[in-house]
């Protein structure tokens, strides 16, 4: 079956940047329509979408957050990585990866990794 | 903001049947498919809904979807305590390149 799990720091200082690694298993992302992608949710807020990476190694970015992310994959590890630059205590919040289909749907997500922004 | 507007909460009584509506533009919803997701409190989001109407394995048929131009509904039948939780509607955006939810419905079963 298929899972994923985000890894990562719990705590980051402003202007650091957070790198969070997807592990995942149940499928490959050298298959032709399978992408992973990463979702935030600030305690108390609504669903934010960030990035979606495809099996082609094609990258889509949240327009409001694009000069800040970096999304790649390792194939060879089943990894995706998600960097973000410049943190900010408003970038609180639990982070989730999830395997997209068909380029806009989730339809597995991980348990999420909540990464909190304070000096 | 969010690109995508959902009430932010809706009631009705076990039993009872309730909708959530999603309204967007034409970059959205309008030409793209729609999908619908369930979190419950302390949990990751499930999906319920996919290409506008389509469940998948294991949602049960409770759960339906609609889209109708710019606009998306959830209706959920025969209501259950199980069922309060926080729903999303989610699509691509042509426009952004990129995806987008809306802001979330909180469901209470009165």
């Known amino acids: 079956q298929i899972t994923l799990k985000e890894s990562g720091p719990t705590l980051v200082k402003p202007t650091q940047t957070l790198t969070l690694t997807c592990t995942f298993s149940g499928f490959s992302l050298s298959t032709s329509g399978v992408g992973v992608g990463w979702i935030r949710q600030p305690p108390g807020k609504a669903l934010e979408w960030l990035a979606l990476i495809y099996w082609d190694d094609d990258k889509r970015y949240s327009p409001s957050l694009k000069s800040r992310l970096t999304i790649t994959k390792d194939t060879s590890k089943n990894q995706v990585v998600l960097r973000m630059t410049n943190m900010d205590p408003v970038d609180t919040a639990t982070y989730y990866c999830?395997?997209?289909?068909?380029?806009?749907?989730?339809?597995?997500w991980g348990q999420g990794t909540l990464v909190t922004v304070s000096s | 903001q969010s690109v995508l507007t959902q009430p932010p909460s809706v009631s009705a009584a076990p039993g009872q049947k309730v909708t959530i509506s999603c309204s967007g533009s034409s970059s959205n919803i309008g030409n793209n498919y729609i999908s619908w997701y369930q979190q419950l409190p302390g949990t990751a989001p499930k999906l319920l809904i996919y290409d506008n109407n389509k469940r998948p394995s294991g949602i049960p048929d409770r759960f339906s979807g609609s889209k109708s131009g710019t606009s998306a509904t959830l209706g959920i039948t025969g209501l259950q305590t199980g069922d309060e939780a926080d729903y999303y509607c989610?699509?691509?955006?042509?426009?952004?390149?990129?995806?987008?939810f809306g802001g979330g419905t909180k469901l209470t079963v009165l």
């Open positions: 999830a395997h997209a289909v068909a380029g806009y749907y989730f339809d597995y």
């Open positions: 989610g699509a691509w955006d042509s426009s952004l390149n990129a995806g987008v």
